[in-house]
């Protein structure tokens, strides 16, 4: 399994940008990099994955170095309600076809008024 | 579009019982997995059905099993159940069992073991 390395916390203001930062050298050339945030006690919710290109949607843009050692997720404009544990999750094929994620601790992100 | 649904919210049971969880696939989803998250602690991978066989498990004992329905909803088993299964039971659906599925989550099943 690839592994992923996030920083345990970070702070943000409201309306200023978070850059949550993700490390994950041994990435194959075929994973995917997930992200996803939980919301204290709720079900996980998918943000955006990509495998080379830069990617944005309505939520949050994602940077991934040309290497693909590691990647950032950006919530360009951080509100109270971004605060949340975010996952980068390589997506791993299990050698039988099927794609479970594996879930580290993850980034505790708290947006500050 | 109706997204993932899971029942019950909350469950109470002792140790030694068994208990049912449910979840219901979102519209188009065939492929249910489902995860345990212990408190304080990521999502881990119980297993996976697809096409209403297990496609795919994780680091769990047998006691933990599963169904998945001919409309693509899906139970956990648990048996015997041990004060460590105390946990969030997630279940997440997607369009395929593959890398390039993308899952969406439930809201969970707060199951404590007395």
Request: glycine letters at 18%; proline letters at 11%; hydrophobic letters at 25%.
């Given at each position: 399994d690839a592994k992923t390395t996030q920083p345990p916390s970070m702070d943000c203001a409201e309306g200023r940008a978070a850059n949550l930062p993700c490390n994950?050298?041994?990435?194959?050339?075929?994973e995917y990099v997930y992200w996803y945030r939980q919301i204290h006690s709720q079900g996980p919710q998918y943000i955006i994955h990509g495998l080379k290109n830069n990617e944005t949607n309505e939520m949050a843009s994602l940077i991934i170095t040309e290497d693909r050692k590691s990647s950032t997720l950006i919530l360009p404009h951080a509100t109270l309600r971004d605060t949340a544990v975010y996952y980068c999750i390589v997506r791993?094929?299990?050698?039988?076809s099927y794609g479970k994620l594996t879930f580290g601790q993850g980034t505790i992100l708290t947006v500050h008024p | 579009e109706t997204g993932v649904t899971q029942s019950p919210t909350h469950l109470i049971k002792t140790r030694g019982q068994q208990v049912t969880l449910r979840c219901s696939s979102q519209s188009g989803h065939n492929t249910v997995s489902w995860y345990q998250q212990a408190l304080g602690q990521g999502p881990q991978f119980i297993f996976q059905y697809y096409r209403e066989e297990e496609n795919g498990r994780g680091n769990?004992?047998?006691?933990?099993s599963g169904l998945q329905f001919p409309n693509y909803s899906s139970e956990l088993n648990v048996n015997a159940?041990?004060?460590?299964?105390s946990a969030l039971y997630l279940c997440a659906s997607s369009?395929?069992?593959?890398?390039?599925d993308t899952q969406y989550f439930g809201p969970g099943t707060r199951l404590t073991v007395l």
């Open positions: 994950h050298s041994t990435i194959s050339g075929n791993v094929d299990g050698g039988t | 769990f004992p047998p006691r933990f159940l041990e004060l460590d299964d369009e395929g069992p593959g890398r390039a």
